[in-house]
């Protein structure tokens, strides 16, 4: 792909996923606006592969139109067209003014990237792809990383990136994290303390932009996953970088020993709730890393290393790390099924109708809300799809839609390879299963269930502990030779046969029962 300069561009093209003045092209055109060429942005119905959270819709619309209404002011010359799909609109902009050459960052879907190629062909528009400066890291650094690997995985890249960055290194010591320790996700497990006072998060009222958006998305027919009416996600970059503020200055310090724990008193504990604006362009991944880094040399006291080396890690190691392996294997991932689950998803999914309390819970507050956090995608919604067999593209499908932070490249690769291990392996050593016990141990929803996560037969028999033995028996096979895995299969295989055939009988009535709508 050649890369352009903005120069010598007659058009840049602004994708709605990279709404930044920050870096790239924009940058350097706000830089010389004397010789800035114009701008294209195009709001295309088919932006997404999926049905979206409706949200999501709201906060990717709102932000774009703001966007475009900033450059304006700063004397851009921007077309805003919405179209089908970005072929339409580039062909609707053409008409209206003469692209001789077209300059955009690299699209993080690979998908778009050969769309436009093909479009650019068949018009004779010269068009220049340039390196997407959203990420923290490049394509070279990825394949550098993995020629010649059998197993991907986002430990020994994250080490990688983390020391080439020189990130919470020990100062003198050359290769040496901070602390003598690289990953501390061992101590980020607690589970929150009965009365913890956690501080609120951030909720933007809309702005005018974004409830006429609203009004817009409630008038459409088509009928749209969750709710709006308490919409209040950052549109825009003041409001995003308030947002980054409040977390660094709120909420990071306690980040790390609660990032695994779940609340039913409190939605959103300490997590920094900045993936949707991250993903939309209007914060850099690079400036969050930098302004939490910044806090934790500020606060060395105040703020724990398992704090700041957890937030890190989510950042420049998984989100950096699934985006290459999403442009790596997307195509295998669109067919994955290496369990050979068929299960239709249960329609609590979409309602949150459950007697699990921690299912409805979280589906409820996706449907309010259109966000949750990563153990309650990991090990709640995730793990429950996986032990029943759920085909793992129905799951990635529910989860692109009811997500407002959702987007392929990210949603694709944390579930149909890591949540639901249809790859087999291919970026995780093992499935993400658990029984009962982890959701009793990490939260406090069993406190409010009508089932108990000790007893796997009966009325009162966790769907999460009967399903995960049930599951070890239906892949006993498979997973006897997986080192993670075999000493499950073994004490499973160790029980008394009338034992293991009580829990699979009582597996099949749970399943039964899910897909009747009565768990």
Not at 61 to 82: H, I, K, M, T, W
Not at 229 to 239: A, E, I, L
Not at 306 to 326: C, D, K, P, V
Request: net charge negative.
């Amino acid at each position: 792909m050649p890369v352009g300069q903005v120069s010598v561009a007659s058009h840049v093209l602004v994708l709605p996923d990279q709404l930044t003045d920050q870096v790239g092209p924009i940058h350097a055109a706000l830089l010389d606006e004397s010789s800035a060429p114009g701008v294209i942005f195009i709001e295309s119905l088919d932006a997404q592969t999926a049905p979206r959270h409706v949200q999501a819709l709201v906060a990717q619309r709102s932000a774009g139109r703001e966007f475009v209404a900033e450059l304006r002011a700063r004397g851009l010359n921007v077309q805003a067209l919405r179209a089908a799909t970005y072929e339409e609109g580039l062909t609707a902009a053409q008409a209206q003014a003469p692209i001789t050459h077209l300059l955009a960052m690299e699209p993080a879907a690979p998908q778009l990237t050969a769309r436009m190629q093909t479009w650019a062909k068949k018009t004779s528009v010269q068009l220049s792809i340039v390196p997407n400066e959203l990420w923290l890291t490049t394509r070279d650094e990825w394949e550098e990383f993995a020629s010649g690997r059998k197993e991907l995985r986002m430990e020994f890249w994250y080490r990688r990136v983390r020391k080439a960055r020189g990130w919470l290194m020990e100062p003198g010591a050359g290769d040496e994290p901070l602390g003598g320790v690289w990953n501390l996700d061992q101590e980020n497990r607690r589970r929150l303390p009965k009365g913890t006072v956690v501080p609120s998060a951030p909720h933007f009222p809309p702005t005018e932009t974004a409830q006429e958006v609203i009004n817009e998305v409630r008038a459409e027919s088509a009928a749209h996953f969750g709710e709006v009416d308490s919409f209040g996600w950052p549109t825009n970059r003041g409001q995003a970088l308030e947002a980054l503020e409040r977390f660094c200055m709120e909420r990071l310090a306690d980040f790390g020993p609660y990032e695994d724990a779940m609340s039913r008193e409190h939605e959103h504990l300490y997590h920094s709730l900045l993936s949707s604006a991250m993903n939309l362009g209007l914060l850099t991944a690079h400036e969050i890393s930098i302004r939490a880094l910044d806090e934790f040399a500020r606060r060395p006291t105040e703020i724990p290393l398992q704090s700041i080396e957890g937030f890190i890690r989510q950042i420049l190691g998984w989100r950096e790390f699934m985006h290459h392996a999403y442009d790596r294997f997307w195509k295998e991932w669109e067919t994955s099924n290496g369990l050979n689950h068929s299960e239709p998803l249960p329609s609590f999914y979409w309602s949150g109708e459950t007697k699990m309390a921690c299912i409805s819970r979280v589906v409820r507050k996706l449907i309010s809300g259109g966000h949750a956090h990563h153990i309650e995608r990991l090990m709640l919604l995730g793990n429950f799809a996986l032990l029943i067999g759920v085909r793992p593209q129905e799951v990635d499908a529910w989860f692109l839609e009811a997500f407002v932070d959702a987007h392929p490249w990210v949603v694709t690769p944390n579930v149909v390879a890591m949540s639901q291990f249809a790859d087999l392996g291919k970026i995780t050593s093992k499935p993400y299963i658990s029984g009962g016990a982890y959701v009793s141990r990490m939260g406090d929803d069993c406190s409010a269930c009508a089932y108990d996560p000790t007893i796997s037969t009966g009325d009162r028999a966790c769907p999460f502990t009967t399903l995960y033995w049930d599951f070890i028996d239906r892949h006993a096979e498979r997973f006897v030779k997986n080192p993670r895995m075999a000493r499950q299969v073994r004490s499973w295989e160790s029980r008394k046969e009338t034992v293991r055939t009580a829990i699979l009988e009582e597996a099949k009535l749970i399943r039964a029962r899910a897909q009747r709508g009565e768990l």
